[in-house]
């Protein structure tokens, strides 16, 4: 037999303290904390912004579809409006709630351009994914774009048509037509002359401060759409209940109005509130809390008051308050939801027709003044050295995604449209846009499909700025608690205690 033998060297002191001076973990973070960073975590947070423009790529344009959301409780929502749709999704990815909030920013500011910023956002981040796979610093890109996009910003100043103010007949054109602009994306764009008109009315009524709270909007059930109304003065649904109130006069001129913080009738207090307020600021006057003291100096005052049948519901409404310039819109419509979004499709124009009064200057829609800068920002770019022409030359690629889309959802062939729209910008065509009648390329600006230029800028401004703080992010860091535990005090009160979190 053969036997095998091997020496081991004896266990000396140096290499005992060799393996216990190891150098020790130092744990920083809870257990259970999800800790992600670099290009890995980059490339995340930007697909996570592509699935969120998906959800609303296809509601852009006049055949833009819409969506039809449903929430926990049940209730149906039907809605193209960009900043609707992402506010009813409960978005949780925490970079992805970034292009909600510049699409609410946007709904806030300017009121239309919603779905624009969220898919320009979008698509500037997609045209930076290659480079930040080859491993370009973020700052670079975040240079260049901001570079980018004020050139852009200049451009659209530079290149607006400003409209004289002084010519009343003409303001009004314009605002008419960059209503019908708002208008024509939305569940009512075969009703757009006759709200466009609707929406200027009610905005011109207003004093200089177009104060939005000014114009009540209120919605009856039954009837067209064409049966909407507008009220120059203050409606509100409410009978006044008393006996042989039907033998009453439903009609008064020239009436002192007593404002009464007293329950005359049992009443919702929410409805009495808005009554309240709404009267003393457009007929004058002031509350009273007991009718002691009555004198005129205390009573409002209205050219006409009188009850009028709308629908199945009675309305009261007090025109020629002397006060404060305000008017109620009382929308028809059949089922529920379509008059929803037929008060957000009306708060979407009166927004752009008061933006409108304020900065005079517009731009021609239909992806005309996206076309322009984007031949503006490639020309641009070959004129500079370096990592910068091809960024900005990247940021010029992505504002064609406005009309590229307007194309798609209409069902045109969109690289043929492009190329068009390429060629005739370059031969000086600088309002030729997307028709969306013809399948085709029009002049935009003649075609009178015009939006104010701030809508624009805002939505470029904000898109850019979206982009360059997802870009700035490298590292997400987040903590199991807030996955782990319920509310406060969840769970408990029936006898059972919370579950311990292992």
């Not at 045109?412 to 449209?417: E, G, L, P, V």
Request: charge should be neutral.
């Amino acid at each position: 037999m053969r036997f095998l033998f091997f020496c081991l060297p004896p266990l000396c002191p140096h290499n005992f303290f060799t393996f216990s001076l190891q150098p020790t973990p130092v744990i920083l973070l809870k257990e259970g904390t999800d800790t992600s960073q670099g290009i890995p975590q980059l490339i995340s947070n930007i697909n996570a912004c592509q699935v969120i423009a998906e959800a609303v790529r296809t509601t852009l344009g006049p055949r833009g579809m819409d969506k039809l959301m449903v929430d926990g409780r049940g209730k149906a929502t039907i809605s193209n409006d960009g900043a609707t749709i992402l506010k009813l999704l409960d978005v949780v990815h925490p970079a992805a709630k970034t292009l909600v909030d510049i699409a609410r920013s946007q709904d806030a500011e300017v009121g239309d351009g919603t779905t624009s910023v969220t898919l320009l956002a979008a698509e500037f981040l997609k045209q930076l994914k290659s480079y930040v796979e080859e491993g370009l610093h973020p700052q670079t890109i975040i240079r260049a774009f901001r570079t980018a996009t004020n050139l852009a910003v200049n451009k659209i100043k530079d290149v607006a048509v400003s409209v004289k103010k002084d010519d009343k007949q003409e303001q009004r054109q314009l605002l008419e037509k960059c209503a019908a602009t708002a208008l024509n994306s939305k569940l009512i764009a075969g009703q757009k002359d006759f709200f466009s008109k609707m929406v200027v009315d009610a905005v011109i009524s207003l004093d200089e401060l177009l104060s939005l709270k000014m114009i009540g909007i209120k919605k009856v059930q039954g009837g067209a759409l064409e049966d909407s109304q507008l009220v120059s003065g203050v409606a509100f649904k409410k009978t006044f209940s008393y006996a042989g109130f039907e033998m009453q006069p439903k009609r008064y001129e020239n009436l002192k109005i007593a404002l009464l913080n007293v329950e005359l009738e049992l009443k919702a207090e929410k409805d009495n509130a808005e009554v309240r307020v709404k009267s003393v600021e457009a007929c004058g006057g002031s509350i009273q809390t007991s009718v002691g003291a009555m004198t005129d100096d205390v009573l409002g005052q209205c050219e006409l008051f009188e009850e009028v049948q709308v629908g199945g519901e009675r309305y009261n409404f007090f025109k020629g308050c002397p006060k404060a310039k305000t008017c109620t819109i009382i929308l028809r419509g059949g089922a529920e939801q379509f008059t929803e979004e037929t008060e957000r499709s009306l708060h979407d124009a009166i927004m752009i027709v008061r933006r409108a009064i304020k900065n005079d200057s517009i731009v021609a829609g239909g992806g005309a003044i996206e076309m322009e800068l984007s031949k503006y920002l490639r020309d641009y770019s070959r004129t500079i050295p370096g990592k910068q022409q091809l960024l900005i030359g990247a940021y010029a690629k992505a504002l064609e995604i406005i009309p590229r889309q307007l194309c798609d959802n209409a069902g045109f062939d969109a690289t043929n449209i492009l190329n068009k729209l390429r060629a005739k910008h370059a031969q000086g065509g600088m309002w030729y846009g997307v028709d969306i009648n013809n399948e085709d390329i029009a002049d935009n600006f003649a075609a009178c499909v015009w939006e104010p230029s701030i809508v624009r800028i805002n939505a470029l401004t904000a898109a850019s700025e979206a982009a360059c703080l997802i870009l700035s992010v490298d590292e997400t860091i987040k903590n199991p608690r807030s996955s782990m535990d319920g509310p406060p005090g969840g769970g408990r009160g029936r006898g059972r205690g919370r579950p311990h979190a292992h």
